[in-house]
Structure formats: structure tokens, C-alpha cells
């Protein structure tokens, strides 16, 4: 292998069958490799979240191959795509999907609860993650008692805390004004920097593509380099 972390070969998703029958993907070839970032562009329906959940495992194709860490996705079981991602991708959902009862801390230290790893370095990882992300002081608060701009940060603290290979952010500033959305950009990538995770962001935000490095173009199920 060269290095890649994850790859799809000419992978195909279709949800349903017969009139429900959508191709979300089509034939998507992409490669991605820990220190890079890969930004995948395209409009709402395009097929960026089914690309990505193909890449992080929680979608098989329906025709072609994924594979992470060199292994064909298809041959692994339920289970041990499970332990993958939560070992080895750290997802920043379109939802945030934090749980409302956790504090920011809990919900940063949670994927180490679900692996079995709350191991004393981890959990001060947690914490300084907390920190790293500019909420210090609100470690106690819970999700609705943040901002929305402040849940992203705890998502984004969460995806990293099992410093995973893969980051997966599918349009982590959705829901910012452009300032506070460059500047969880740029947090997300220095972190992920620092661990030499790869990192796969979606968006559909034409002007963030300046500031992507490798930019592939979603239309349609269809990526084309852009
Ligand atoms: N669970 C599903 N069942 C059936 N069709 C789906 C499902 N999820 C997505 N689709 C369809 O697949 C296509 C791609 O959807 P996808 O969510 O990947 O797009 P997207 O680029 O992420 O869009 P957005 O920017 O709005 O998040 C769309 O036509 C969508 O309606
Ligand atoms: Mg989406």
C-alpha cells in the first residue's frame, strides 16, 4: 500500500430498489493518506455524506470496493467495522449527534468509554482538547446550553480524542457565519495536523474551497478532481 489510509475503487451506492431506486455515488475513485486534507465540494444532494460514510465504513458499496488500512472493507464483519471506526476514524457529523445529557467533557470522552480506553492519558486528553478548542471554563455545560458555533467545537474535540487516521468532517461550519467557520476550520486541520490524521471535509460553500488544498467536485453522485 501507499500509505493511504482509506480508498475507494470505483465505488457505487444506491439507496432502495425500484422506484425508491436512487444512485446517491457513482463509480467514485479516491484515495486519501494520513497529513493530507481532501475537501469534497458539490450542492446539497450531490452525494457527499454517502461518499463520506462509504470512506469512514459505516456504508458498504453497493458495486466496487472500499478499503481501509489496505483491508477490503466488504470482508470485515459488523463488529469489526465497529472497532475500526471507533479506533481508528473520528466522525464530525452534519448533526452534531451529541448526546444532550452528556457535559461537553463527557461528550469529548465518550468515543474513549465506547472503545474501552479511558485510560488516565487519554482522559487528559479529553480534557485538553476541551481546552484546545476554546472551551475552557464550559467543560460542565451541556450541549444546549452552548452555542452552536461552541457544539461544533465540542464535535470536532470528539472526532479527535481516539486521535484517529481518518477524520471524516461532513460540513462542520454549516451552520457559522464565515469567520467563526474558518476559524473551526482551521482548528480541525491544526489538530489533525498534529496527530498526521487524514482529513476528508465536505462542503457545499463554494468560498471554503480556497482554502481547501485538494479539492475534489461532487454532481450529481459523480467526483471529478476539481
Ligand atoms: N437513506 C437514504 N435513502 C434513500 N435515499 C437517500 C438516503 N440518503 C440520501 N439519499 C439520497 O441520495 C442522494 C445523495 O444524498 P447525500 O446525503 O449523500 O447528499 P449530500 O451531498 O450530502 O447533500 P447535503 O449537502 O444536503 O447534505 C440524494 O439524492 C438523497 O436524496
Ligand atoms: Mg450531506
Known sequence: MS????????????????????TAVSGATVEV??????????????????????LGTLLLPTSGAAYFDGRDVSTLSVAQRRALRLGRVGFVFQQLRLMQKLSALENVRLPLVLAGR????????????VKAVGLEGKEGRRPGE??????????????????????????????????SGQSVLELLE??????????????????MRER???????????????
Open 3 to 22: 500509505g493511504g489510509v482509506a480508498r475507494l475503487d470505483s465505488a457505487t451506492l444506491v439507496y432502495g430498489a425500484g422506484e425508491r431506486r436512487v
Open 33 to 54: 493518506a494520513g497529513g493530507k486534507v481532501v475537501g469534497i465540494v458539490g450542492p446539497s444532494g450531490s452525494g457527499k455524506t454517502t461518499l463520506m460514510s462509504m
Open 118 to 129: 479511558e485510560d488516565g492519558e487519554r482522559l487528559r486528553r479529553a480534557s485538553e482538547l
Open 146 to 179: 452552548l452555542s452552536v458555533g461552541e457544539q461544533q467545537r465540542v464535535a470536532v474535540a470528539r472526532a479527535l480524542v481516539n486521535s484517529p487516521a481518518l477524520v471524516l468532517a461532513d460540513e462542520p461550519t454549516s451552520q457559522l457565519d464565515s469567520a
Open 190 to 207: 491544526g489538530l489533525c495536523a498534529e496527530i498526521g490524521a487524514a482529513v476528508v471535509i465536505s462542503t457545499h460553500d463554494q468560498k
Open 212 to 226: 481547501l488544498g485538494e479539492v475534489y467536485e461532487m454532481r450529481d453522485g459523480v467526483l471529478s478532481q476539481g
